[in-house]
Structures are given as C-alpha cells and as structure tokens.
C-alpha cells in the first residue's frame, strides 16, 4: 500500500508538472485556425524578426480565394544555412534562423502558403505578406502596413507592381527595370528592398521545403 | 509509529474523492496566491517605474489630474492642453530644478496595425532621465527634424541612426538620430522629436500636453505644488499622490477579489472537512482494531490530523503549480484593466505570496483536521469493532 500512496503522490506531481509544461513550455510549433475565427490583429510592439500576419481574413480573400482553414507552422532554417547562402548569392547571408508559415487549405486541400515578413523601405519599415502555390512559385503579393510618402507609397502599392511578383519562383531574376516594372528613381530604394526582402523569403521558403520542412 | 505513510495510504483508499478535494483546494489556493502576488508584484513595479521617471509632480491641464498625468506617462495625448508659458512659470520656481515640457500626440492607424506614439521634448529630459542610454552611433537631436526612437519603435520600423523616418499623417521626413536602448518602460515604443517639431507637425504651437518636474529637494514638494498649483489652466499632481490613488484603487479591488477566493478557500476546506468525516465513519472499524492493538487516543488524533494537513499542504503545493504556470496569463488578462501598468513583467508567485498561503492551508489543515481527529480518538474500541457502519 505504500508503494500505491507514493505512485498517488508522484502522480498529483506529473499532473500538476503536465499542466505547468503545457501552459509554459508547449513546444508545438504549430497553431491552426478555422477562417471563422480569424480577425485583425492588433496593433502593439513585436520582435523585428517576427512580422505578424495582420488580416488573415482579407489576405486569404484576395490571395487563396474560398480557402478555409490556415495552421501556422514555424519553419527552422539555421541548419540550412549554406544552401540558402549558395542560392541568394553574393552576400547574401541568412538574416533569420526561423520563418513563420502559414499552410492554407480549402476543404482539406492544401492551396499554398502564407509568409509575412517586415523590409526596410527608405522611410520606416514595409510588412507585407506573400502567397506560396503549392509549386513554390507566388502566387502573389500584398503589403500590410508601410510609411514611405506618398511618391514611393503609390509605386509600391500600385496593382502593377505588386501583380508582376506573381509567378515568380525562387530561381527567377528579380530585376527592376527587366522582369519587374521599372519604377521612379525616387522609389528605387524602397522597391528594391522590397524586392530582395520577397526574393529572400521565397529563397528561404523553397529551400526549406525542398528539405522536407 | 510513522504516521505520514499510513496517512498517505489512507487518503489513497479513495483516489477519486481524494483528488477531487486537491483540485478544489488546488484551484482556490492558485486564484489566491497569483492575487496576492500580482497585487506585491505590481506596488513594487509601480514603485520601480516610478523613481525611473526621476520626477516628483507633474503640471497637467485642469480635468481629473490622476487620469491626465497616467496618460501623460504612457504616452497617450490629452482632450485639452497648457500654454507654454507654463513652462516658464515652473523653471522660475524657487524649489524646481528640472521643468521638462511635453507634447504628446498619437495616430493611431488601426487599418495597418500601428499607432504611432510622438513625443515632442527639449533638452530638459535629458536631465529627468539620466538613465537613457543610446545606442551605438546615437546622437541627440541634430536638428529640428530629427527624430530619436525607442528601442521596439527602431526595431518595428527597421530604423538605425541616419536611416530617415516618415511620419504620412503630418508629412513630415525626419532623420533618426538615435535609438534608445531598451528600458523597460513606454518610452521603448515613442518616437521622441524637439518640442516644436512636435507642435509643428500636430498644429499646436505654444501648447503642451504636460510639464514633467523634478524638484531640487523633495521634500519640499507641498510648498512647491502649492505654488504651482497658482498656473493658469493647469494643476499639480505629485506621484505620491498619483501612485498613492493608484493603489488605493487597486487595493479596493483585490480585496474585493481577496475575499471571493477565501470563500472558495472556505467550500475547499469544506470539502475536506466532509472527506475526513467520511473517512472516520468509514474506518470506525479499523480504528477500533488499532486502538484494541496499541494505538493511543493521542496517535489516532495525530493520524487523522495528519491526513487533514496532507491533503491541505497538497492541495496548496499544487495551487502554487498552478499559478505559476497560469500567472503570466492572468497578468496579460488584467494588464489593460488596471491603471499605470508597469511596461516590464510583473513578477510571478512571490515567497512572501507562498508563505502567507502555505500557512494558510496549514491552518486550514488543522481546523478542518481538528474535529475529525477529536471523533476518531474518542471511540472507544469495544463500540468501534461493534460498529457495522
């Protein structure tokens, strides 16, 4: 009976241990969402590295159109390291060890990716989120919050420059002025990060994938 | 004879009952402790965040001074301002040292997820907060249209020193001339610009929204508030007071929510009460046996008691647990409710919070432990084996 009243006693410990671990230290590196209960986030100061996804509701409307459910999966990168760098090219280092995706279905069925990520326009910081088909190309991009004037802001934000990122693939070009819209010179600086921050994403993304993450 | 095993074994004859009563036990004793944690946690954060502020009053514009002077400190904008000349009135006072204007202006632009917090200064804050420390390659203002950020504003706009930062709501492009390092407090999140940038970019010239003062001996801060109280359109609210109303409220309110958890404690130690009756009648029987074999009136007191404050030390233990692990979400979950939350982590369960609930469910233990106790040592062995339940 002893042995009974310690095995009661070490399990009130696990229970109350499970409980602590599941709250505090959960693991998961994945969350899912029902569409339904998706809403804006809200505004407040978050990590730099980590770009909130801001309207999963209208993204996902305009993006994946009918998608139903997204699960957020966090992507680990630091071991692929040397093939991300080998394939942004010269300077190009890896400047996050993790990535956010977000893996969107419709009925079941997987559509593609979300990635939010946060480039260093000339005027303050440009979030933005990019949609991933299946076949790792984009399928699309749309810009969340930016602060350039209104000069810059009207290039960046215009449909003909965001809609020529579409079916893009890691390996594409990414030339202003070749394969994307030239823009004025007065927006060149903030295009042009925006363009390599998408390009470095999609980089990181494709070679995770082809990874098995 | 050892007592604790045969207790534990006892408690363990009926599992279920046994864990239910924990949980009851468990779950009040977690409320409590995280209560009385939060309420330490938060004075001494308070306190903290307060002397960092390295003034003593502060001249706000005529409304409820506590609501004025709270939004001044967390950066939020007034509904009415004070007219510069304030500020001039407060510098010449005999017992100010530091009289440092502020404007103070938010934009919030929810369709994008931000609100921009600017804060418009002069040289004087660098008096009131020796403690800012800059980053590398941080200078101070250069310019009118310079703009120094708070470290999570650098970080959320990407921004270094040199990099240029454009404010769309007033048109204004400003050049970051530094970056704060992190401090814990609001002004991690501001963007901080001369004052008249600040009044220029918002239409407001000659206004501010508050006067920070740091007196050159606080104790003179009565006769000083009395003076400054004379300002036109504004009045004084020292942080004494301000601090002093704060936790007034916030104690009116825990205590409130104090005594709502002691009478969970009180159905908790209820239930243990009737667990322990339960138990006597049960083992009338066996208790009879063990009094027939040896076992005192004062050893079967002490078994029963011990069984009573086993189950309260545990139940306690497990609340503990339980609100350690459930604090940093009760803290997020109160955070916006209370007023002048501190901007770092309040801290969890303290040792003062444990110690005053361990004695807590050990007094418990013993007065719901008593009784039970008193029965079973008062059977007399011969009507205890004749017992048939």
Redesign the interface.
Known sequence: MQARSIGFLIGCVAIVSAVIASLRFAPSNEVTFPVSAIHTTSSGVEAAGLCPWRSPKDDLQALFPGADHYEQHLVILSDLRLDISQRLGPNGLLDANGIYAYRVTRGGKSVGSILAQRAAGEYGAIEYVMAVAPDGSLAGVRLQRQREPDAIARTITSPAFLKAFAGKTAASPFHLGGDLPAVAPAARQTARSLVDSVRRLLIEFTVAREHGR | MNLL?LA??N??RR?LR?AFS?VGLALSVAVLASLLSFGQGYESSLHGEIDRMGMQMMLVPLGCPYDGAARVLKGRTLDNSLPQSALAGARADRDVAVAAPIYTAVL???D????DLWVGIDEATRELKPWWKMTSGSHWFSGENSVILGA??A?????RPG??????ET?T?LTVAGVLERSGTSD??QFFVPLATAQRMFRQPGRLTAIAIRLKDPANVGPAADRLQQTRGAQVVTLTEMMGAFLTLLGAARKLLVAITLVAVVIGSLSVFNTMMAAVLERTQELGVLRAIGLTRTGAFALMLTEALLLTT?GG??GF??S???G??IQQAIRPFIPLAPEGGIPGLTPAAAVRCLTLMTAVGLFVGTYPAWRASRLAPAVALRWDG
């Not at chain 2, 994008?112 to 609100?115: E, F, K, S, V």
């Not at chain 2, 970080?155 to 921004?159: D, V």
């Open positions: 095993p534990l074994k408690l363990m599992p046994t924990l919030p632009r929810p994008q997820g931000r609100t999570d504003a970080a959320t706009e990407m921004r990099d240029k930062l454009y404010s769309p048109k492009e991690d999140s545990l233990l497990i647990g339980l350690l692990a459930a940093p979400g």
